[in-house]
């Protein structure tokens, strides 16, 4: 029996260490990772038991029983839901029996309970009074017998507040731990930031306001910071996984070793942690470091922690997990290079993934994903986007023309593509309907672009529609603009662009340039009035020629473009003008290098082959 009760425990400025995963532990000792774990209480409790023993030797001062998954939904999966109360009943006379031969008076028994596995009625056809009866059942076989209740790696709200009301029915007095888990977006699975299920979790009224699983020490540690920042009075546990799983050799192996654990069970502490411990991957030598390291009081963690922007911790603003790729790169000054890819004319994707794999592996960083080019119909382009991101791994930009929407198709679109991974926006007008396959089409619009830029930053991403109603999350949109760096009277596209930065425009894609004195003229001119530099980076447009005819297309018939007559009469005395073409837009990215941030390749016909060769030059050692 413990000498002093949870809740004056708790009240102690030196944080509690709970144990580490079961599941793990009993994987490395061969256990397959498709039995049911909980029926180990069961049909092997001296391995279930053993395990107990390594946490204890560990210095674990928080032993739960091995009754996670052992509610009854979750135990039908093994045809074992008849079972539910002697499995847990049996997981908690095992753990007590581990702690009594022990001799420690230091430790405290903690029941164990997980989510159903089930979704909860709007969202699932399990009613409220059906989970209920679930986790009654659970927790009723258990509650007597353990100090604690930890509900943990929750992802509905309203699910934890039904095993939280159950275990109040049956003992109002019970100490509980309320744990919700994230994905790497910083949300639970049910679209929840940590900041909204502090505040719900709070008027529940648990002793401590827990985060477990989700992608490791570093996130956990960042969310930890925006949990007690939205509710400073309330305490708080942290038991992060071992990092992010991979399987090799058909084992179940998380990065993070035992001497990182040790390092962050102080950044933990220093965070103002109440109680610390392991989730999966962690095992018994994980805890040991953590043990070690808060028991030495000379010693503070080494770790270089990552700086957490105040507006992250107040709830919201990108974390490095929110911002996209582009984004970060672009950040981080680095020349980036995208390429212009149109949606297929019908579903066949096959062609349109095997080139955008072909573009990764030249090099590419993102793919821009045009919305019906010259009005042509088209697939859908952000789910063009989306397919590209998830088979091939490259990020995408979308184009979103603001032409042919109104305001409820505009937000509706934008919802959608943000619900599917798609981060990057590249708001232009569009091409109207008349020079397309529909020319008596739709054409009017209800926003234009600086218009839209301003709705997606302002509002979007601040979790508002342009009404001004609640859209429940904040959107995370990196948002782009067009460029016109040809355009003869320099100071009105100056006078434009500088509207859409102060509208919200995060970057800047310019049409065809094949002359960089015309960049130069423009960021100089820039400079001379605004009196700085452009203040978001440039990616500058390159559409190399493909031939004689392609380029006199371009110069004669095209509004805005501009080659010069030495480059004309370059491609038109060419052997091989597509090979020639390729090589001048190899010599402008290279150009373009030390002006701008990036270039953004457009293929002449669909060629992609040929934006890869033009990139190809990035990666030639330069003398």
């Known amino acids: 029996m413990v000498t002093i009760p949870f809740r004056e425990r708790l009240k102690q400025s030196k944080p509690l260490l709970a144990d580490g995963a079961m599941g793990t532990t009993l994987h490395t000792m061969g256990m397959k990772m498709d039995v049911c774990f909980d029926a180990l209480n069961l049909t092997d409790p001296a391995l279930v038991a053993s395990v107990h023993r390594k946490y204890l030797d560990a210095g674990a001062e928080i032993l739960e029983t091995n009754t996670f998954s052992a509610n009854p939904y979750k135990l039908s999966e093994f045809n074992l839901q008849d079972r539910t109360i002697e499995i847990n009943e049996a997981g908690v006379e095992l753990a007590r029996r581990v702690i009594e031969a022990s001799f420690r008076e230091d430790v405290y028994l903690a029941g164990a309970v997980g ?17 209920y009866r679930a986790f009654r059942k659970q927790i009723g076989a258990m509650i ?6 930890v509900f943990e790696t929750f992802s509905d709200l309203p699910e934890l507040a039904i095993a939280v009301k159950v275990a109040r029915d049956l003992d109002p007095d019970i100490p509980i731990v309320v744990s919700t888990t994230y994905t790497r977006d910083d949300r639970t699975l049910m679209g929840d930031t940590p900041v909204n299920a502090a505040r719900y979790l709070s008027e ?3 002793d401590i306001i827990g985060i477990n699983c989700s992608s490791g020490p570093a996130q956990l540690r960042r969310l930890l910071l925006m949990m007690k920042n939205a509710m400073p009075n309330a305490k708080y546990s942290v038991m992060p996984n071992a990092g992010w799983p991979e399987t090799v050799g058909g084992r179940v192996i998380y990065p993070s070793n035992m001497e990182y654990f040790g390092e962050y069970a102080l950044a933990f502490a220093e965070a103002g942690a109440s109680i610390i411990g392991g989730c999966c991957g962690t095992t018994p030598e994980h805890i040991a470091a953590m043990r070690e390291a808060l028991d030495d009081e000379q010693r503070t963690h080494s770790i270089l922690l990552a700086p957490i922007p105040d507006e992250e911790i107040n709830g919201h603003g990108g974390s490095p997990e929110k911002m996209t790729r582009l984004q970060q790169k672009l ?27 072909m573009l990764r592996s030249a090099g590419v960083d993102t793919i821009n994903v045009s919305d019906s080019p010259m009005a042509r119909m088209r697939m859908s382009p952000w789910a063009t986007a989306h397919l590209i991101q998830d088979r091939v791994g490259i990020e995408t930009v979308l184009h979103f023309p603001t032409r042919g929407r109104n305001m409820l198709r505009v937000q509706g679109d934008l919802l959608a593509a943000h619900a599917l991974g798609v981060r990057n926006i590249f708001v232009v007008m569009g091409d109207p309907t008349h020079i397309g396959d529909y020319p008596d ?7 234009v672009p600086s218009g839209l830029i301003h709705i997606i930053k302002k509002q979007l991403n601040e979790g508002l529609d342009q009404a001004g109603n609640s859209i429940t999350q904040p959107t995370s949109f990196f948002v782009g603009t067009a460029l016109n760096l040809n355009r003869t009277d320099v100071e009105n596209e100056i006078d434009l662009l500088r509207k859409k930065i102060e509208a919200g425009a995060d970057f800047a894609l310019s049409q065809p340039i094949y002359d960089p004195a015309i960049v130069e003229r423009f960021l100089k001119r820039y400079e001379e009035i605004d009196g700085q530099p452009v203040p978001i980076p440039i990616l500058v447009g390159l559409l190399p020629l493909f031939n004689d005819r392609h380029a006199a297309f371009l110069q004669y018939e095209v509004p805005g473009i501009q080659i010069p007559e030495s480059q004309m009469e370059r491609i038109a005395g060419a052997e091989d003008q597509a090979a020639e073409g390729v090589k001048m837009a190899q010599e402008l990215l290279l ?6 941030q990036g270039a953004y390749l ?4 669909a060629k992609y082959h040929l934006a890869a060769e033009v990139v190809d030059v990035l990666a030639i050692p330069t003398l």
Do not use: C, I, S, W
């Not at 089409?441 to 926003?447: E, G, Q």
């Open 331 to 357: 950040a981080e000054r680095k020349f980036v290079v995208t390429v212009e890819m149109a949606p297929p004319r019908g579903f066949v994707t096959q062609k349109v993934v095997a080139a955008a794999e």
């Open 204 to 206: 529940l009224q648990p």
């Open 441 to 447: 089409a739709f054409n009017t619009h209800d926003v």
């Open 602 to 605: 457009m293929p002449p016909f």
């Open 144 to 149: 007597r017998g353990v100090d604690l209740l």
């Open 115 to 131: 989510p159903l596995g089930v979704y909860l009625a709007p969202f699932g056809r399990v009613r409220e009074e059906d989970a």
């Open 591 to 596: 150009d373009l290098k030390d002006l701008v």
